[in-house]
Nanobody, 128 residues
Framework: QVLVVESGGGLVQAGGSLRLSCTVSRLNFGDFGMGWFRQAPGKEREGVACINSKGQITNYRDSVKGRFTISRDNVNNTISLHMNSLKPEATGVYYC?????????????????????WGQGTQVTVSS
């Protein structure tokens, strides 16, 4: 059974930074696209960023472009999300997802969700 585990969430003031990490096991990690989603209280889960299997292609939702960076380490089976200049609207539970489609556009990343392996989520709270 594939195991996806997030870490690195916490409480930060607006304008601050956080780094989320995700480790995947029992999967040929380097063969799969990876992504981050988040769910704010009372809202639906939404895509944040994705990275293709080799780390050559990344896609971001417009509201985080220039502030968030997704990266991966195919040796250690991990991905990271560096979040800078955080805003209160970034508050929510952040989920790591394995086996996402991340090639041509952000829209295709969020619409083509089949056979995804999800982590349990990590809470990010940005205070104003």
């Amino acid at each position: 059974q594939v195991l996806v585990v997030e870490s690195g969430g916490g409480l930060v003031q607006a304008g601050g930074s956080l780094r989320l990490s995700c480790t995947v096991s029992r999967l040929n990690f380097g063969d799969f696209g990876m992504g981050w989603f988040r769910q704010a209280p009372g809202k639906e889960r939404e895509g944040v960023a994705c990275i293709n299997s080799k780390g050559q292609i990344t896609n971001y939702r417009d509201s985080v472009k220039g502030r968030f960076t997704i990266s991966r380490d195919n040796v250690n089976n991990t991905i990271s999300l560096h979040m800078n200049s955080l805003k209160p609207e970034a508050t929510g539970v952040y989920y790591c997802a394995a086996n996402v489609y991340c090639l041509d556009s952000f829209a295709s990343f969020t619409s083509r969700l089949v056979a995804i392996f999800w982590g349990q989520g990590t809470q990010v709270t940005v205070s104003s």
